[in-house]
């Protein structure tokens, strides 16, 4: 079993910033990766950002440039630093265990509880 917590969510203006935490335990170690991801209200959940076990990250292009994912491996913790917000990046973010296999991240069944952005004026 895994268990995946994130928390740091909020209400923020347009150019603002938050920081996304995604805490990890039970057997995390069979995943080779972690990736966030963000379903929209009426829209499909997206893959945001990816990091293997080893730092190499990969993000979509929309979020390029403004977000970045990085992990601790000491506190099975996966951090999602967003910068730049803009109205679009309305959410919520969700964290996930999976495995990547060249430039495809396949997602386990293991996802967190979610945590709301918004991003507002």
């Known amino acids: 079993q895994v268990q995946l917590v994130e928390s740091g969510g909020g209400l923020v203006q347009p150019g603002g910033s938050l920081r996304l935490s995604c805490a990890a335990s039970g057997s995390i170690g069979r995943f080779d990766a972690m990736g966030w991801f963000r379903q929209a209200p009426g829209k499909q959940r997206e893959l945001v950002a990816t990091i293997t076990s080893t730092g190499r990250t990969n993000a979509v292009d929309s979020v390029k440039g403004r977000f970045s994912i990085s992990r601790d491996n000491a506190k099975n913790t996966v951090y999602l630093q967003m910068n730049s917000l803009k109205p679009e990046d309305t959410a919520v973010y969700y964290c996930?265990?999976?495995?990547?296999?060249?430039?495809?991240?396949?997602?386990?069944?293991?996802w967190g509880q979610g945590t709301q952005v918004t991003v507002s004026s």
């Open positions: 996930n265990a999976g495995v990547i296999s060249g430039p495809r991240y396949t997602a386990s069944n293991y």
